[in-house]
């Protein structure tokens, strides 16, 4: 009998796979059979990662990968055919928010930055790993995105912004690949514990505004979104592409 949501045989590349979200789908997708690539523009953390799935009993590797930086991407999926053959699951979490403001006041370099991390790189990332999964007949993308990419949130319109393009991005290469067995997906949390939601989670008043608008007041931990995104990946998902999982404790209900 076959055992559902098995990855067995399969590997993944998890960009953004040091901390947070990224590690911990690292992990859930160890544990379901899966070897696991993780990335990140730090290798040494990555490695940490890679050494506690195996630790775990899982099969995994690090990489360097700066998603901002395009040259790493090409070079990081030659590795991974070289090494393994195949690419089935791509995993895109990195990005950032270097701006958290008021819009009038963010600067240039603060926009190309979150722009540059947060779409070009997804976009580059995402044409370097499609040729390798087209090579066999199959693959899954899941994008990170946000529910900023749907409800803009205060302080940061920009960050917003680069979400919904990734939400956008993710529905066109789904369009585009869907009948080549790729499929493309996105992951929307909402308010989740990582490094990136700091700035939020130190803001006054957040545990009242949790408390009003969240019909379950508390922030996500990582390891909350592991389940939709072993969801999209598996062969479960056979026919779910396009799509943005919202995950948000009904923050957007």
Known sequence: MTKRFDLSGRVALVAGASRGIGEAVAHGLAQH?????CSSRKQADCEKVAEAICADGGEAISAELHL??????????????????RLDILIINGAT???FGPAHKADEGAYDKTFEVNVKGPYFLSSAAIPLMLKNGKGAIVNVASIDGIQPGKGRVIYGMTKAALINMTKGLAKEYGNHGIRVNALLPGFTDTKLASALKEQ?????????QLAISRMAQPEEMVGSVLYMVSDEASYFTGQGMVVDAGAII
Do not use: C, F, W
């Open 97 to 99: 928010n270097p701006y």
């Open 33 to 37: 059979g899966a070897t696991v690539i």
């Open 204 to 212: 006054p008043g957040m545990q009242k505004y949790m408390d009003e």
């Open 68 to 85: 901002g930086e395009l040259s790493h991407h090409g070079r990081t999926v030659e590795m991974i055919e070289e090494k393994y053959g």
